[in-house]
């Protein structure tokens, strides 16, 4: 049952960018969530940041064939995993490779699909990442 409460705070601010999708959802998500973005070049990728008047920032990284490999997510509220995830929100749910540590810290490996998510009310925090889908190079470091 607490997989579903927390489901529904995580769908309270839509985004809709989503893992494995193209760079073009970025845009649709800033518009959604009126936020300013910022955009920064590295070798391998770039990353969009998000941020809303709100609090909340997003960052979606995309690589040079212009698929978003990894997203991180902090703020007040949670962003909705559903949209983040995209295809791979079915996979996230369903896993039975979940780990659970203190402060409600939560980590999902289910096939290249990675979730790191954590924190507690008005401070949430956390990433997912395709695996298989990083550019040669990039460390996991930089997912932040």
Same mark, same amino acid.
């Given at each position: 049952? &607490?997989?579903? %409460?927390? %489901?529904?705070?995580?769908?309270?601010?839509p985004v809709h960018a989503a893992l494995g999708a193209n760079v073009k959802t970025v845009e649709i998500d800033r518009?959604?969530?009126? #936020?300013?973005?910022?955009?920064? #070049?590295? &070798? #391998?990728?770039?990353?969009?940041?998000?941020?809303?008047? /709100?609090? $909340?920032?997003?960052?979606?990284?995309? =690589? $040079?064939? !212009? @698929?978003?490999?990894?997203?991180?997510? !902090? /703020?007040?509220?949670? &962003?909705?995993?559903?949209?983040?995830?995209?295809?791979?929100?079915?996979?996230?749910? /369903?896993?039975?490779?979940?780990?659970?540590?203190?402060? /409600?810290?939560?980590?999902?490996?289910? !096939? =290249?699909?990675?979730?790191?998510?954590?924190?507690?009310?008005?401070?949430?925090?956390?990433?997912?990442?395709?695996?298989? %889908?990083? &550019?040669? !190079?990039? @460390?996991?470091?930089?997912?932040?």
């Amino acid at each position: 049952m &607490p997989l579903i %409460a927390l %489901a529904l705070v995580w769908q309270s601010s839509p985004v809709h960018a989503a893992l494995g999708a193209n760079v073009k959802t970025v845009e649709i998500d800033r518009q959604q969530i009126r #936020a300013t973005t910022r955009v920064t #070049a590295h &070798p #391998a990728y770039s990353v969009h940041e998000l941020q809303s008047s /709100g609090g $909340a920032l997003v960052r979606e990284y995309v =690589s $040079a064939n !212009g @698929v978003v490999f990894a997203v991180s997510w !902090g /703020g007040p509220t949670m &962003p909705n995993l559903r949209q983040l995830l995209g295809a791979h929100f079915d996979s996230y749910v /369903g896993s039975t490779n979940r780990q659970r540590g203190g402060h /409600g810290h939560v980590v999902v490996r289910e !096939g =290249s699909l990675v979730v790191e998510s954590g924190g507690h009310m008005r401070s949430f925090h956390g990433r997912a990442y395709l695996s298989d %889908a990083l &550019p040669s !190079g990039v @460390v996991l470091d930089e997912i932040q």
